[in-house]
């Protein structure tokens, strides 16, 4: 069996994706997820002039090969636009081989470890009292674990909390939108946030938040140390990762659970963190680290030092990326928690898929591959149109952290 053919779909069903088709001279065909939130026209070109013609009569399932060849050969290697466009490959080529042996993918990452995969779901309010009731209702939905976020009094935009009540979304059309920080008025409000909810919730249910890269090393410890009596599942991107020195601060001062790697694109993001163990949750996702081998890669690293994984999977990665996170998260002995934004009922018609949610547990399935689709005729309804993530600014204008 040879790759006959690859192509692009690019649609906007609610928001942007870009989906890769290769199909084989048997007519066995795979999809991956290349979509990179705000640059996804950046990875389109990528895959389209520069890879694809690289892939024609290859043998779709060297997949080890097909990917040390597209992140050696490339020659410049890393960061999110050329992982996310290697992640597209190697997913479709994991989809395909599923499909070729008639078995689905997380049979070929080991087989089950678990009967499904604990995910959590996104909670939150434009103040305590809206966030309690979400969370409140996430649970009544089976959540066993929820991500709460919450307007930071005095300040007009904060992460999480969307516009007018609808679901959160964080990229928008036209330019970039600007929003205020203010992490002195975030520090003295997230403890009050987090034992509200411990009273109104109870003990028992795993509560995550989501920091969003906007803390220094100090401040971070000083949050990680103000949540500990709220016994959070994990504190996530306290501070930007560049400098992984960094989550030591952070560690030396606090035994509440830290969570990173959303935005890193290869294994080495993470090194310092793992072998340090400065982290206990590990976010690199599928779609931009570099697709299912390069996250085993990871993963396994991870084991080595009792780093689970905590991928990310906001509406941002495609229903594709959500049905490979949940093989893998399925296999993996390491797995710790999958994020779990369920995406439009106009983005799932788009993308029929085999996965499905059950008592605080997700499956992907047992069709062979990953058990998703793309409905080519109504994706094409739906143009691609540019957005864009917002900016942030601290109150006296400075440019932070979104
Ligand atoms: C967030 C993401 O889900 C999360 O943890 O950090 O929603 C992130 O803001 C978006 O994926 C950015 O595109
Ligand atoms: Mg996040």
């Known amino acids: 069996m040879k790759i006959a053919s690859a192509r692009l779909i690019v649609c906007s069903p609610d928001r942007n994706f870009v989906t890769l088709k290769i199909v084989t001279d048997e007519g066995i065909y795979g999809l991956g997820d290349a979509t990179l939130n705000g640059r996804e ?43 996310s466009a290697i992640a597209a490959v190697d997913v479709a080529l994991w989809d395909m081989k599923g499909k070729a042996l008639n078995t689905p993918v997380y049979n070929l990452l080991g087989g089950k470890s678990r009967e499904g995969v604990l995910v959590y779901a996104h909670a939150n309010g434009s103040d305590v009292a809206e966030a309690v009731e979400s969370v409140q209702q996430h649970m009544e939905e089976g959540y066993l674990a929820v991500r709460a976020q919450a307007g930071v009094p005095g300040v007009k935009s904060s992460y999480g909390v969307p516009k007018s009540g609808k679901p959160y979304e964080p990229a928008e059309r036209g330019l970039p939108s600007e929003s205020l920080w203010s992490s002195e008025r975030y520090l003295n409000f997230a403890p009050k946030l987090f034992e509200r909810l411990r009273v109104e919730v109870g003990e028992d249910v795993h509560l995550l938040h989501d ?22 599942f994990w504190m996530e991107d306290p501070t930007p990762a560049e400098n992984q020195e960094a989550f030591r601060i952070i560690r030396d001062h606090t035994v509440t659970p830290i969570a990173t790697g959303e935005v890193f694109s290869s294994f080495w993001d993470s090194h310092d963190l793992v072998r340090n163990q400065w982290i206990d949750y590990l976010r690199m996702t599928i779609v931009h680290g570099g697709g299912i081998t390069a996250l085993k890669k990871a993963a396994d690293f991870a084991a080595v030092y009792q780093v689970r994984t905590g991928c990310h999977g906001a509406t941002d990665l495609s229903p594709i990326t959500m049905a490979a996170a949940l093989h893998f998260g399925l296999a993996i002995h390491n797995f710790g928690i999958q994020e779990h934004m369920p995406h439009t009922v106009l983005t799932d018609e788009v993308f029929p898929h085999a996965y499905s949610f059950e008592a605080g547990y997700m499956h992907p399935g047992d069709r062979p591959g990953l058990g ?31």
């Open 41 to 83: 026209l950046a990875v389109a070109a990528y895959l389209e002039e520069h890879v694809i013609p690289c892939l024609i009569g290859r043998d779709p399932f060297a997949i080890e090969d097909i990917w040390q060849y597209l992140y050696r050969g490339a020659y410049w290697r890393r960061g999110p636009v050329t992982m």
């Open 372 to 402: 998703v689709d793309i409905d080519e005729l109504l994706a094409a309804k739906y143009p691609y149109q540019r957005a864009y993530l917002p900016i942030a600014r601290k109150l006296d204008g400075t440019l932070t952290d979104w």
């Open 211 to 232: 920091v969003h890269h906007r803390l220094t090393p100090i401040e971070a410890a000083r949050l990680g140390k103000s949540l500990e009596p709220y016994h959070l």
